[in-house]
């Protein structure tokens, strides 16, 4: 996956693994490694860089003082129950399955089940159908947790590659699909896509449920991002089109709400519901009772629309900026995706450079973004980078383009 | 496992699977079953039956305010940073590592992993070491949760007895690890165990240990029970006899601060800690920041000692009201465990008593228990049931126990 054997690039690869000789580890540990973007999270938090590497909401704007009213009113108001062993909280599925609803999904809350977050959605959903050994099919540059729950679980891995306008190549997907063994999973991001930015086109989230209710594939949509939206048409989600019940969605109050809460939700067809919780309850019972309860007040009383507006507001901003940023400084080196929201921006370099090397020269320089072959299941993308918008002050974004517009220059000499 | 089919047992059993013809399920999905416990728990939540078939701790005991008090001052001080992705909290793997050190486990923070709780540990540590068909060893008789993540898993099961005055058998254990192709891993509970009550001897903790090492097997001590220490002497864990590094303490904070907190732990050698944490990130990334700091808070502000005294002393008082009541009404129908600590006694029957039939019965006469044979991985133990009494009212445990006392002697005639 590595391009170029680089200083930094040995203090993100996994290190030694000096393991007892005397305990076999499972096939699984065996081949998961450790993530890049964790690691590269600890070496760019030097005061001098400013990181474009995250992917982490902004700080400032997540909604503090509304979180800690809600969470000091649930607690008052429901004491102990609070702290104890629950079943979901009930308005809060609601509130999740009322809010897939009105983007077109037919569900009831039954079919809602609580996570903490959406990498335990993934988790749950690739035990729920993917033995190892089995055949898999994700994007070729796609979020390195859906990496670690197919390939890092021992999956044959089949990879489609994704139109940097339209998202996934549908084609490329169907012929994935048809291919024997029939695929066990499948797992694509439909809006605001980590690390590429595009979105599916609404024609092609019709064909995706279509493809996988004739290939009886499940089909995992793992949509963290879609609330993100700064600008341009919200589409239905690929479930909105899933007559079959193969469509499993994965939604997430990480980066809309805030990451502490560790909160997410599937909504998985009625007949697998149950199959769900089982699964779930067998990796770590349930999520705190305490957040749902905070989580379901803040929605409750309507705050998400507000909280939302603002931050979407703050993040447009920011990612304008970087699109002005790139256009003035790298306007005539580089090419980059449009993203109408979400977190991350794509870009392209020029084919000599190699975009592990350029992070060194980046981090002397004090910018850090991570390199594309880290999304990259099969090599390739070495000329690429993923930029992020959203945690960075809008003030500094300039300057950080500008210096990683300035050691580009000098590797383009 | 189940030894008569009745309404009851029916109500508790996995129920009709419809799952869509075309989706084709994992082999772990398909041999995982629906926890018993937690089925139990909605059938026993009428407000005319006294529950003593739950595992909670007693809610009127959590410390509220206390808790209510940390987490407020956690986002007043931290703010925002009590919101985002972190890193692990480290005063508080300090903490729990002086903790650990006091027990007589030789360690450092860099071994303690944040866990969502214990169940998480053991799903942990089962993905680090087991692969399907591979032998795991666990007593014959233990938590459900304990069977989710081997017999769940697809592991070849090898069980050994457990002694309800000392522990888990040591030389049926010795017998387990010497047989080929040698266990994966095997699973232990040190204190208070769930369900028998019982707790290991010293010599038993050191030869456990000793086995591990010898046998080269990954040996899990899961312990959430033993800061619920009524009385007798607290003993080291089998971690602390561990010089060759092939024992994996797991902790929780549910049972002895608050489950929904969804807070635990493990210690793991050295070795292998860089490997639990690259494993649990691709199950969920990380735990709570906000709550691993309300925590962190609470134990620096030195609280926890005080906590656990009011604690446990109420904790014992129900223990010895239930004791009495048992000797009082049940004294010549039945025999149970005499545990120092924890949640649960274990009560054996007459030969011809099957709990499961009695279950029904005690629902309709107003009391609940666990049936012995949910717990049992070989069936068997018919006649058997655990008891919790945390988290019941003192002055309704001898109501609880006539109730019980009366199905039984109806059954008995």
Redesign the interface.
């Given at each position: 996956m590595f391009m170029a054997a680089t200083a930094t690039q040995a203090a993100l690869s996994n290190?030694a693994?000096?393991?007892?000789a005397?305990?076999?580890?499972?096939?699984?540990?065996g081949t998961?490694?450790?993530?890049v973007m964790?690691e590269l999270l600890?070496l760019t938090a030097r005061a001098d860089v400013i990181s474009l590497a995250g992917g982490?909401?902004a700080?400032?704007l997540?909604p503090?003082a509304q979180?800690?009213e809600c969470?000091?009113t649930v607690?008052?108001r429901d004491?102990?129950?609070?702290?104890?062993?629950?079943?979901m909280i009930e308005p809060l599925r609601r509130w999740i399955c009322d809010t897939m609803r009105a983007r077109g999904v037919a569900c009831e809350p039954e079919q809602v089940h609580i996570?903490?977050?959406a990498?335990?959605g993934l988790?749950i959903l690739s035990?729920?159908?993917?033995?190892p050994d089995q055949p898999a099919v994700v994007e070729a540059i796609t979020f390195t947790?859906i990496q670690?729950?197919t390939a890092?679980r021992g999956a044959v891995m089949r990879t489609v590659p994704t139109d940097l306008a339209t998202g996934v190549d549908v084609d490329a997907l169907e012929e994935a699909f048809h291919r024997t063994p029939r695929p066990?999973l499948a797992v694509v991001i439909p809006d605001f896509h980590n690390p590429l930015g595009v979105s599916l086109t609404l024609e092609k989230r019709q064909r995706i449920a279509e493809l996988a209710?004739r290939y009886?594939v499940?089909l995992v949509e793992d949509d963290p991002y879609s609330a993100l939206r700064f600008d341009g048409q919200s589409l239905p989600p690929i479930k909105a089109f899933d007559e079959?019940?193969?469509v499993f969605y994965i939604g997430s109050f990480?980066k809309m709400l805030?990451?502490?809460?560790?909160l997410g939700w599937i909504v998985a067809?009625a007949?697998?519901a149950?199959?769900v919780?089982?699964?779930r309850?067998?990796?770590?019972?349930?999520?705190?009772?305490?957040?749902q309860r905070a989580v379901s007040l803040f929605v409750e009383q309507g705050l998400m629309a507000g909280h939302l507006a603002r931050f979407n507001a703050a993040n447009r901003c920011r990612r304008d900026v970087l699109f002005d940023a790139l256009a003035h400084y790298l306007g005539d080196r580089a090419s980059w995706t449009r993203p109408e929201g979400g977190l991350f921006v794509w870009l392209t370099l020029r084919e000599e450079i190699d975009t592990w090397a350029l992070l060194e020269d980046a981090i002397a320089a004090g910018v850090a973004f991570v390199p594309g072959a880290a999304f990259a299941l099969n090599g390739g993308s070495h000329n690429t980078l993923r930029l992020n918008f959203s945690n960075v002050q809008p003030e500094l974004i300039p300057v950080a383009v500008e210096r990683l517009a300035q050691v580009i220059k000098q590797k383009g000499k």
């Amino acid at each position: 996956m590595f391009m170029a054997a680089t200083a930094t690039q040995a203090a993100l690869s996994n290190g030694a693994r000096t393991i007892p000789a005397q305990l076999a580890l499972s096939s699984e540990a065996g081949t998961l490694k450790r993530s890049v973007m964790r690691e590269l999270l600890k070496l760019t938090a030097r005061a001098d860089v400013i990181s474009l590497a995250g992917g982490l909401p902004a700080s400032e704007l997540l909604p503090l003082a509304q979180l800690q009213e809600c969470i000091e009113t649930v607690l008052r108001r429901d004491g102990t129950r609070a702290l104890q062993y629950s079943p979901m909280i009930e308005p809060l599925r609601r509130w999740i399955c009322d809010t897939m609803r009105a983007r077109g999904v037919a569900c009831e809350p039954e079919q809602v089940h609580i996570t903490n977050g959406a990498q335990q959605g993934l988790t749950i959903l690739s035990r729920l159908f993917l033995n190892p050994d089995q055949p898999a099919v994700v994007e070729a540059i796609t979020f390195t947790g859906i990496q670690q729950v197919t390939a890092g679980r021992g999956a044959v891995m089949r990879t489609v590659p994704t139109d940097l306008a339209t998202g996934v190549d549908v084609d490329a997907l169907e012929e994935a699909f048809h291919r024997t063994p029939r695929p066990r999973l499948a797992v694509v991001i439909p809006d605001f896509h980590n690390p590429l930015g595009v979105s599916l086109t609404l024609e092609k989230r019709q064909r995706i449920a279509e493809l996988a209710a004739r290939y009886r594939v499940p089909l995992v949509e793992d949509d963290p991002y879609s609330a993100l939206r700064f600008d341009g048409q919200s589409l239905p989600p690929i479930k909105a089109f899933d007559e079959a019940g193969a469509v499993f969605y994965i939604g997430s109050f990480s980066k809309m709400l805030a990451p502490s809460l560790r909160l997410g939700w599937i909504v998985a067809p009625a007949e697998l519901a149950s199959q769900v919780t089982v699964l779930r309850e067998s990796i770590d019972l349930e999520s705190s009772t305490l957040i749902q309860r905070a989580v379901s007040l803040f929605v409750e009383q309507g705050l998400m629309a507000g909280h939302l507006a603002r931050f979407n507001a703050a993040n447009r901003c920011r990612r304008d900026v970087l699109f002005d940023a790139l256009a003035h400084y790298l306007g005539d080196r580089a090419s980059w995706t449009r993203p109408e929201g979400g977190l991350f921006v794509w870009l392209t370099l020029r084919e000599e450079i190699d975009t592990w090397a350029l992070l060194e020269d980046a981090i002397a320089a004090g910018v850090a973004f991570v390199p594309g072959a880290a999304f990259a299941l099969n090599g390739g993308s070495h000329n690429t980078l993923r930029l992020n918008f959203s945690n960075v002050q809008p003030e500094l974004i300039p300057v950080a383009v500008e210096r990683l517009a300035q050691v580009i220059k000098q590797k383009g000499k």
